[in-house]
């Protein structure tokens, strides 16, 4: 049960912002405004003003302040990875109330370089579903995996932008652990003059009603049931040739850059082969490509000898929005064997620099 009473209040900027009121996102709104709609314009400003003071000194546990005769105040920290503030949540009430928890949150941060997510060690438990990996780094895969992003299409072309300042906020859905469908809202901020570092909360909102709207997220979920059972399709950054999102199944065994290491999946001269026919792709001379014959490493391959988990793949550009060049592809993976060739690639390797 949600206690309308909070809000969730992102202090990454220069002064506080509301990205979660009564059980439902905002985008990045003022504080000013919020607190103006729920309380009396004599109490609006003195409230603002407590909240400033006490986002300096941000509480790890839930503080409880008698703030006049008639007005009672809770605040809570929001924390990101290595303990940093991300945000803090607020109860506004009558003093013969008394604050419910404050909704369950969390600072994270996504490296759209590094495709790579970092959570707080201690995610809260309403916020790890049965999909969430039991660790602080996700990779994009493993995040679109774990929650139904709104429109997942605009938002990953939202984080490969480099717009630094740029904004962005979204529903996604997830299943907890043995309940029903939840939600959460994810406020994100560019927070470095190149864009690739995004900062910001996710903190559990109210499910919405209905389904989501985007016609190119309706037509990725419609694609597995079209898929034949060895055949994979994934969303990818073209530029990069990483993975972003499973549209169908994950492929199995295999150890993905990000999960144990940072070395490149495929095997070093099947790297090779793949940004070689991905070229006339970047620029502008083709708009699909095919690559046969893919060394993907395995999990554990060393212990039964096969290292590589052998595919054939295919994919093809997405269209250009609004007059943009595409940074996105579907590629369809097929599973045909094994190799036992030897590993040589040491595990501190961070991969091709294209990577």
Known sequence: MHDKKWLVLDLLGDSPRVVGSGGRGKSHTSLERSLRERLPHKLAMPVRDAIRAASHAVPHEMTVVDFTASTKLAFAGIFGPDNQVHGMSVWIGDTTDEPGPPPAAAGITWNSLRRLIHLPVTLPRELRGPHVPNRSTLTPPEFFRAFEVEDSIAFIRTLLSPDPGAEYDCIARYQRAGESISAIHLALTGTND??????????????????????????????????????????????????????????????????????????????????????????????????????????????????????????????????????????????????????????????????
């Not at 994934?234 to 994950?250: F, Y």
């Not at 082969?273 to 060394?295: C, D, H, K, W, Y």
């Open 194 to 355: 190149h864009g690739e570092l995004w900062k910001g909360i996710v903190h559990e909102v109210l499910p919405p009603e209905g389904s989501f709207p985007s016609l190119e997220s309706a037509t990725l979920a419609a694609l597995p049931m079209l898929s034949p059972e060895d055949t994979h399709i994934v969303l990818v950054d073209i530029a990069k040739m990483r993975l972003l999102r499973w549209v169908t199944d994950p492929i199995r065994e295999v150890q993905w850059k990000g999960q144990v290491d940072n070395r490149d999946t495929p095997h070093p001269d099947d790297v090779e082969r793949i940004f070689a026919a991905v070229m006339p792709i970047l620029t502008g001379e083709a708009r699909s490509a095919q690559v046969n014959g893919i060394r993907l490493r395995r999990l554990n391959g060393a212990v039964d000898g096969r290292r590589w988990l052998v595919i054939d793949g295919d994919g093809t550009v997405l269209p250009e929005i609004n007059g943009v060049a595409p940074a996105l592809g579907l590629v369809r993976f097929r599973v045909v064997g094994y190799s036992t060739d030897p590993d040589d690639v040491p595990v501190d390797d961070d991969g091709h620099p294209g990577i």
